[in-house]
């Protein structure tokens, strides 16, 4: 125990204190680096908490891909003058005590907590078997709280069409641009040979999602990320906005979501109701086609708008 | 362990509440956009943390956690990026559309014939 | 053998520290972006080479340990890539 409540200790103070540097820092481009470290220590966190899953998402999504997309725009940190004004003493006090309330009351739940801790795990439990999968989160995503899970795919792709929709008038229907001018020879190296095991390590991590730590969210994020590198290296071009193919990719998966979720209210008597014994194939279906298209809207969404003066 | 009432879970939540503080106080009081999403995602990384010390709590059969917010809180990682996203090319679109020409940064590759259409919208800004 | 087995990963896994204790203290110590880079480009080989080949006699099986391994080839990988150019942007920097 000793030990280990060294390390948890150590982690937290490590953690505080880059948290604490990412918002004193005057470098954005430092801070967003700090930001990216931050998302590796918090997922050992997730760890430490029994939550293996999450620390998978939060390495992938939360520190890599939140990250990547903060870089994207750390060039415009000074942009502005009225954005640069310095609040005044008095209110920076004002704000810290409020700020460290939320904190305090916060801290509070968490040092007192209701004498019967509130689960949902036996219930997870007892269901398991129906469900026909081994991992009680990906059972949650896809078979308790379906509903959740189809609603966030939509969420990601309003996103992208907000995204889509600031492209400056007259690129509209464009490719974004990812490449550089002049692709370093040890990038281009890394795509040619990365992407092809990166996309064998993202169907794998969906495909162990069903029994072990594991999902399409962590899969198809790696999916993205090889894409993005493609795209980086300059080995193949962003598609364009326009492109049919794109945005087929886009709604497969909510789609076949859709479908079955519809199809639940005369098979199964409501919807998203998976018939008996129909769980497992139906789950894979789904996951199979929401594995291409949150591929694909992490991808366009990290790629971002085509810029003023890109032509379609 | 049911005993103690300050474990290792305590100790990770009140590292999720500090978190939240710290992205506040960011979040409010720094000017730059950028740095208030960074701060905002700090603030998301504390409300997961909380949620997920949470979850540890419900460890009930057999399971490390109550794998149902353990699974909401995959759910929020994504949309906190899919709105960090959005907020990413607002800002850069603002800022774009603010300082015509001359954008540091990415935009910066960008030659100024693309606001051909838009002669007033310089002057309009400055 | 379980003896031996556990003897031999905490001496590689120690080693594997030591290596990343020396790339840290390398990181904020050296003078200029190209030795730390040096520093750092040995503790992610080495001291996760180490770490890797001590926990091998721990896996579970055949698999666990081609996974391990294949990991530890992919931040070769990752690492190379990534510390060439950084390398290249410096070089840029230097001459402009």
């Known amino acids: 125990m000793t030990e280990t409540a060294f390390f948890d200790t150590l982690l937290v103070v490590t953690m505080i204190g880059l948290a604490i540097w990412m918002i004193v820092v005057r470098d ?36 890599g891909a939140t990250g990547v997309m903060l870089l994207r725009a750390r060039g415009l940190a000074s942009a502005g003058d009225a954005m640069n004004a310095v609040p005044s003493v008095p209110f920076r006090v004002l704000v810290g005590v409020l700020a460290g309330a ?7 739940l968490v040092v007192f907590p209701p004498a019967v801790a509130p689960t949902l795990a036996p219930l997870a439990a007892e269901h398991l078997a129906s469900t026909g999968v081994g991992n009680p989160i990906t059972a949650v995503l896809m078979a308790y709280r379906a ?35 002049d692709v370093p020879a040890p990038l281009l190296l890394l795509a040619q040979w990365l992407v092809p095991l990166g996309i064998v390590i993202g169907i794998y991590i969906t495909w162990v999602g069903a029994d072990e730590p594991g999902g399409k969210f962590q899969g198809a994020t790696i999916l993205a990320a090889m894409w993005m590198l493609v795209m980086m290296a300059g080995l193949r071009s962003a598609p364009a906005l326009s492109s049919r ?17 519809v199809s639940g209210f005369h098979f199964a008597g409501a919807f998203l109701a998976y018939p008996d014994g129909l769980a497992k194939p139906l789950i894979l279906a789904i996951e199979a086609g929401l594995l291409i298209s949150i591929a694909a809207m992490l991808g366009m969404l990290l790629a971002g708008p085509p810029l003023e003066g890109d032509r379609p | 362990m049911t005993g103690a009432t300050f474990d290792t879970a ?92 001359g954008q540091p940064g990415q935009a910066a590759s960008v030659p100024p014939k693309g606001e051909t259409g838009t002669p007033g919208q310089g002057d309009a800004a400055s | ?37 040096h520093a750092l480009t040995k503790a992610d080989n080495l001291g996760l080479g180490f770490i890797v080949l001590g926990l091998l006699p721990q896996c579970a099986g055949v698999f666990d340990a081609l996974k391990l ?4 080839l992919l931040v070769q990988f990752a690492g190379a890539t990534g510390a060439q150019l950084v390398a290249r942007v410096l070089r840029r920097e230097e001459r402009p």
């Open chain 1, 28 to 63: 954005v481009f430092a801070a967003i680096i700090g930001f990216m470290a931050f998302g590796l220590l918090l997922s050992l966190v997730w760890l430490r908490i029994e939550a293996p899953d999450v620390g998978l998402t939060e390495i992938a999504v939360g520190g």
């Open chain 1, 102 to 108: 939320v904190a305090l009351f916060l801290g509070a």
């Open chain 1, 147 to 181: 509903f959740d899970t189809f609603l966030e795919t939509v969420v990601v792709l309003l996103a992208l069409i907000g995204v889509w929709s600031l492209t400056p008038d007259g690129a509209w229907g464009a490719r974004p641009r990812v490449a550089s001018a």
């Open chain 1, 245 to 261: 193919r794109l945005r087929i990719a886009l709604v497969v998966g909510p789609a076949i979501f859709i479908a079955i979720g």
């Open chain 2, 10 to 101: 305590t100790l990770y939540g009140l590292c999720g509440a500090a978190l939240v503080g710290i992205g506040l106080f960011g979040l409010v009081l720094d000017p730059k956009p950028i740095r208030k999403i960074l701060a905002f995602n700090l603030v998301g990384a504390g409300v997961f943390l909380v949620f997920g010390v949470i979850a540890r709590r419900g460890a009930a059969a057999g399971f490390g956690g109550d794998p149902v917010p353990q699974a909401l809180v995959i759910t929020g990682i994504v949309v906190a990026f899919s709105a960090t996203a959005l907020a990413v090319t607002l800002v850069q679109r603002l800022s774009s559309a603010a300082t015509d020409a």
């Open chain 3, 1 to 37: 053998m379980s003896l031996l087995a556990d003897l031999f990963t905490v001496a590689a896994v120690t080693l594997g520290l030591v290596f990343f204790v020396a790339g840290t203290v390398g990181i904020i110590r050296f003078p200029d972006s190209l030795s730390r880079l």
């Open chain 3, 69 to 72: 391994l294949f990991i530890w």
